[in-house]
């Protein structure tokens, strides 16, 4: 097989066989060392040690709508990425510790274990309806009536958002996400402006209801927070990162449960030890965020001159690319790290970031999937495949569009 240099890596990825299956892209990249020049100024990290570094690197941040206004001309025309660049993820210090440490102060590692009875509840609740819908043979998709609807109700649940209103959110939230990929097409970003619009409508009213009738939820938490004598959190910032909360909250999470019953499917043994209870759930969860994670890149700037990465000097106008889908496949970093191995002692997957963007959502994404999969494999013993699952077109955001199942033998 020919050498890739770093620029034809990202080519590659960026064809749809790419996307399909980044993975043989990601070993050759590793044959390249841990760092690759990409473009003029842009590098390119493969390496479990380096991204793990450049993401907890404090001279290190993301890119914030002052830069992302320097290299994209177009960028304050476009609702959808002023709106996100008014929350956490596009936010470097001050305002992301400002922001971060406000909604870390109601959505809480607390807050969060206590949802554990009702997230099983909820599981029980979607294994029986799905029981039903293949009750008679016929094939059900998995990642509709199951993978979206438990987080997105999770994460409604958690917000206050009515149950009524949840069925609109995976076309809106996948409209959105969209905004991550590296290649957006002009359609794909009016369609993800027109989704911003109609849920920052949602989220508003939903605000004004909660500040004359607050209840126990996280939309009222944060806008007591930001209606606190201080200003701590401003009008934009406050639905910007409601609607992260919102979408975040089932995006990734969908993915990792797709993803997961795709390995249990092709790896049975695993399956079947999940059932019984020989492989934990842990465990299973954590080998599916590490070898076929749910987010596979992110980038970084620099935030002052004099940079370098593993010895490559970086210009004060270039990025990083971090690969973190070919981190947690380093073979530096993890012994057979192309072996689906869900008894792994040392897995630490880089799938949830890491240092000041660590994901705020991953221990309920985790109680999500530990929760939901043994249960799934349990409750239907010849669960199976019913015909060839459908990726989703997405590079940063892998998982699966459809994936069929049938619940009886």
């Known amino acids: 097989m020919d050498a890739l240099d770093g620029t034809e890596i990202i080519d590659a990825?960026?064809?749809?066989?790419?996307?399909?299956?980044?993975?043989?892209?990601?070993?050759?990249?590793?044959?390249?060392?841990?760092?690759?020049?990409?473009?003029?100024?842009?590098?390119?990290?493969?390496?479990?040690?380096?991204?793990?570094?450049?993401?907890?690197?404090?001279?290190?941040?993301?890119a914030d709508a002052q830069a992302r206004g320097g290299f994209d001309p177009t960028?304050?025309?476009?609702?959808?990425?002023?709106?996100?660049?008014?929350?956490?993820?596009?936010?470097?210090?001050p305002d992301h510790a400002r922001m971060r440490s406000l909604i870390a102060s109601v959505f809480t590692a607390r807050r969060v274990a206590a949802l554990a009875p009702a997230v099983r509840a909820a599981v029980d609740r979607l294994l029986t309806e799905l029981a039903d819908l293949?009750?008679?043979?016929?094939?059900?998709?998995?990642?509709?009536?199951?993978?979206?609807?438990?987080?997105?109700g999770v994460i409604c649940e958690l917000l206050g958002?009515?149950?009524?209103?949840?069925?609109?959110?995976?076309?809106?939230?996948?409209?959105?996400?969209?905004?991550?990929?590296?290649?957006?097409?002009?359609?794909?970003?009016?369609?993800?402006?027109?989704?911003?619009?109609?849920?920052?409508?949602?989220?508003?009213?939903?605000?004004?209801?909660?500040?004359?009738?607050?209840?126990?939820d996280l939309v009222s938490a944060l806008v007591q927070v930001a209606d606190g004598a201080d200003g701590r959190l401003s009008d934009q910032e406050l639905l910007a990162n409601l609607l992260l909360l919102l979408v975040a909250g089932f995006e990734t999470t969908t993915n990792l449960l797709g993803n997961g019953l795709a390995?249990?499917?092709?790896?049975?043994?695993?399956?079947?030890?999940l059932r019984s209870g020989r492989i934990s759930s842990a465990g299973f969860v954590e080998e599916v965020l590490r070898y076929d994670s749910p987010v596979q890149l992110t980038n970084r700037l620099p935030l002052v001159e004099g940079l370098s990465v593993a010895g490559v000097p970086l210009s004060p106008t270039g990025g990083v690319l971090l690969l973190i889908g070919a981190a947690n496949r380093d073979p530096a970093r993890y012994d057979r790290p192309d072996l689906f191995d869900p008894t792994r002692q040392d897995s630490q997957a880089l799938s949830f970031g890491g240092g000041p963007h660590y994901c705020l959502g991953a221990q309920l994404a985790r109680l999500e999937a530990t929760c939901a999969l043994p249960a799934l494999l349990s409750r239907f013993p010849r669960l199976a495949p019913a015909r060839e699952p459908v990726r989703?077109?997405?590079?940063?955001?892998?998982g699966y569009q459809s994936l069929p199942v049938t619940v009886r033998g």
């Open 13 to 62: 990825l960026l064809t749809p066989a790419g996307s399909a299956n980044p993975y043989p892209i990601y070993a050759r990249a590793h044959r390249l060392g841990p760092v690759s020049r990409i473009w003029d100024e842009m590098l390119l990290v493969p390496e479990y040690r380096t991204v793990h570094q450049l993401l907890r690197d404090s001279a290190f941040g993301v």
């Open 75 to 93: 960028f304050h025309e476009h609702s959808a990425r002023l709106l996100l660049s008014r929350s956490v993820l596009e936010n470097n210090a």
């Open 134 to 152: 293949g009750a008679d043979g016929t094939a059900v998709d998995f990642m509709e009536t199951f993978a979206f609807r438990l987080p997105v």
């Open 161 to 216: 958002v009515p149950e009524s209103d949840r069925f609109r959110f995976r076309d809106l939230g996948s409209a959105l996400s969209v905004l991550l990929e590296p290649v957006i097409s002009p359609q794909e970003l009016a369609t993800a402006d027109a989704a911003s619009d109609e849920l920052v409508d949602y989220l508003g009213e939903l605000a004004d209801q909660r500040r004359a009738e607050p209840r126990g």
């Open 263 to 273: 390995l249990a499917f092709e790896h049975p043994w695993a399956a079947d030890g």
């Open 392 to 398: 989703r077109s997405r590079l940063v955001l892998r």
